[in-house]
């Protein structure tokens, strides 16, 4: 056997076709030192657009270079910007928060109380790919799950610095700040003006 697994088993490992034992013993085994650029190898053929990766973000999304910016891409082409703006602030979302949507995922007395807690599923709006579900207390931030220092792991992981250095900042209050703006030039909705009317109608009448 090979002192390093060569690429095809590589591959079957990322694909999941290995079997546990196999698995194990490249888990417990001494890693070659190109090991890294050969995954992102692997990682870019399965892709079809031409942005270097720079770094997979799992099984779905990876940071890309494109151009001078360091972007997040589903592989099914759909970009999710800078990759210090939370991508999860431009998926599709889908929250559960009441005993029925709980349920469907936790049926039963494992049911969490929808007062302490709320599932939040993030979705490609490109393919529809779940890729990521968070379960925090109601009103709770989005969470930013990973926030790589990429320069810092190429130059001081990978001992290949990167052209450009771009210090890991969180920009994600950028997204955020620019809803605010717009949800503050929005009238108020006509639908909220006539629920009042109506309820105050109601209580005329009840009155
Ligand atoms: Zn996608």
């Known amino acids: 056997m090979d002192k390093y697994p060569p690429k095809e088993v590589l591959k079957d490992l990322i694909e999941g076709k290995l079997d546990w034992r196999r698995v194990k013993q490249i888990m417990s085994s001494p890693k070659d030192a190109d090991r890294f650029e ?38 099914c082409g759909c970009e ?29 007395p494992r049911s969490p109380d929808p007062a302490w807690c709320e599932i939040r599923e993030f979705y490609c709006p490109g393919c529809g790919t779940q890729l990521e579900v968070e379960n925090v207390p109601p009103g709770y931030p989005v969470t930013f799950d990973f926030l790589p220092d990429i320069d810092g792991f190429y130059a001081q992981w990978l001992g290949k610095p990167l052209s450009e250095q771009v210090s890991a900042e969180d920009k994600s209050v950028k997204v955020t700040s620019q809803w605010a703006r717009e949800l503050s030039r929005q009238p108020t909705p006509k639908v909220a003006r006539n629920a009042r009317t109506s309820s105050a109608a109601r209580a005329k009448r009840a009155g």
């Open 38 to 75: 050969k995954y992102l190898a692997l990682m870019q053929e399965r892709v079809r657009w031409p942005e270097k990766i720079l770094l997979p973000l799992g099984e779905h999304l990876y940071i890309v270079a494109k151009g001078k910016q360091r972007i997040v891409k589903c592989d």
């Open 80 to 108: 999710f910007g800078d990759w210090r703006e939370n991508w999860k602030l431009k998926a599709l979302v889908y929250v559960r928060n009441t005993r029925q949507k709980l349920a469907e995922i936790y049926p039963g």
